[in-house]
């Protein structure tokens, strides 16, 4: 018996990334896994890997910051692979540059609430009716190191999305704990996936390992064990937590 056998699970921005990640290790622990992104060659390439690995997979494509592209997305998976168990809300970013808070723009700051604290209302709505009626369910959320502490380099619309999302994972918890329903967060520090690879320079990435006290910086598997870790019975009595996937660069 594996950890998510006979589950479905719909995992957001998992056209890469962190996301893949978790679809990845969510099918290999026995999960029908919905994947999603906007991206269709890089969604191809995901869902191919995962059923080399024997895998069972189906495909959303749309934009998590519309309301209706979400209620599409989530139809689709239920007629493909049946009602969502575990709804991983990963799909995000940041979408403006760090800099002088005056300098923030409007468009800037729209686009990264919407695409972070708005996206994860939507995606969260779109699946809480059915999970409130089968009272069960399990909600992953996704925040970030950014959110847990200041720093004068932080993108500030970006941790005050997943700041918002930390409050919304947690008044959410309280709400539906007595259906039956989990609602949890993780928030990783610095990760490697394949774009800050490339977009991080080697210095910045030595200096980065220097204040995680387990002195590398994370991978996207290793934010995928936690999520699995939640998103199985290993977690059950645990609701409203905010999991820090930092190698210890964040203790609060
Ligand atoms: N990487 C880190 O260091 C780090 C640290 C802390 C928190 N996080 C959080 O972890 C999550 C995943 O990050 P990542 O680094 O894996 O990101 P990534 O490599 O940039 O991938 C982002 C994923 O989200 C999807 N996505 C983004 N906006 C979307 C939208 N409006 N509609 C539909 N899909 C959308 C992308 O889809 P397409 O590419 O197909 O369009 C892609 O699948 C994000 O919420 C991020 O804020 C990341």
């Known amino acids: 018996?594996?950890?998510?056998?006979?589950?479905?699970?719909?995992?957001?921005?998992?056209?890469?990334?962190?996301?893949?990640?978790?679809?990845?290790?969510?099918?290999?622990?026995?999960?029908?896994?919905?994947?999603?992104?906007r991206d269709?060659?890089?969604?191809?390439?995901?869902?191919?890997?995962?059923?080399?690995?024997?895998?069972?997979?189906?495909?959303?494509?749309?934009?998590?910051?519309?309301?209706?592209?979400?209620?599409r997305m989530c139809l689709d998976v239920e007629r493909e692979l049946g009602e969502v168990d575990v709804l991983v809300a990963n799909a995000g970013g940041s979408f403006t540059r760090p800099g002088p808070f005056e300098e923030l723009t409007e468009e800037g700051w729209r686009a990264t609430v919407d695409g972070n604290l708005t996206a994860t209302f939507f995606t969260i709505?779109?699946?809480?009716?059915?999970?409130?009626r089968r009272r069960a369910g399990n909600i992953i959320t996704m925040s970030s190191a950014a959110a847990r502490r200041a720093h004068p380099q932080s993108p500030v619309p970006y941790a005050a999305a997943k700041a918002g999302i930390q409050m919304l994972t947690q008044h959410l918890a309280a709400q539906v704990g007595p259906y039956g329903i989990r609602v949890n967060c993780l928030a990783p520090e610095t990760i490697l996936t394949d774009r800050n690879r490339e977009r991080i320079p080697d210095a910045q990435k030595a200096s980065l390992v220097d204040i995680h006290p387990l002195k590398r910086l994370g991978t996207p598997e290793d934010v995928a064990r936690a999520a699995l870790f939640l998103a199985s019975d290993q977690s059950e009595w645990i609701t409203g937590l905010i999991v820090d996937v930092s190698g210890g660069a964040v203790m609060v």
């Open 1 to 37: 018996m594996r950890a998510l056998d006979g589950k479905v699970a719909l995992i957001t921005g998992s056209s890469r990334g962190i996301g893949a990640a978790i679809a990845q290790r969510f099918a290999a622990e026995g999960a029908r896994v919905a994947i999603h992104g």
């Open 40 to 71: 269709a060659a890089a969604l191809d390439a995901v869902r191919q890997t995962i059923r080399d690995e024997g895998g069972t997979v189906a495909c959303v494509i749309g934009d998590v910051t519309k309301h209706d592209d979400v209620e």
């Open 125 to 132: 709505r779109s699946v809480l009716p059915g999970m409130k």
